[in-house]
């Protein structure tokens, strides 16, 4: 299994921002995808996921209403488009896949692979 994060980078507060997400290796048919970040000194958490229809879609508080993931089942992509960027947003940010998309949001889910993840940093 496969999954290569791309797209991060410094913005400044405010700005947007597109990470992509590549999976390969395996079938994804049928799994939901998610987002996560872990800031510097912190433990990985949720962000964002989507359903594999795209249909439903369940964000964490903290980036609601500024943040959207879509995607690209004939790609094995997931997408995560992020505005209003605030420092606080300051993470590498990671993707994963589940065949539950309950489980994605789970405090301290782990699965076995992940990707190196893209760096975002934003500035005040």
């Known amino acids: 299994v496969q999954l290569v994060e791309s797209g991060g980078g410094l913005v400044q507060a405010g700005g947007s921002l597109r990470l992509s997400c590549a999976a390969s290796g395996r079938t994804f048919r049928g799994y939901a995808m998610g987002w996560f970040r872990q800031a510097p000194g912190k433990a990985r958490e949720f962000a964002a996921a989507?359903?594999?229809?795209?249909?439903?879609?369940y964000y964490a508080d903290s980036v609601k209403g500024r943040f959207t993931i879509s995607r690209d089942n004939a790609k094995n992509t997931v997408y995560l488009q992020m505005n209003s960027l605030k420092p606080g947003d300051t993470a590498v940010y990671y993707c994963?896949?589940?065949?539950?998309?309950?489980?994605?949001?789970?405090?301290?889910?782990?699965?076995?692979?992940w990707g190196q993840g893209t760096q975002v940093t934003v500035s005040s």
């Open positions: 989507i359903s594999w229809s795209g249909g439903t879609t």
């Open positions: 994963n896949a589940d065949p539950s998309m309950g489980r994605l949001s789970l405090p301290g889910v782990e699965y076995d692979y």
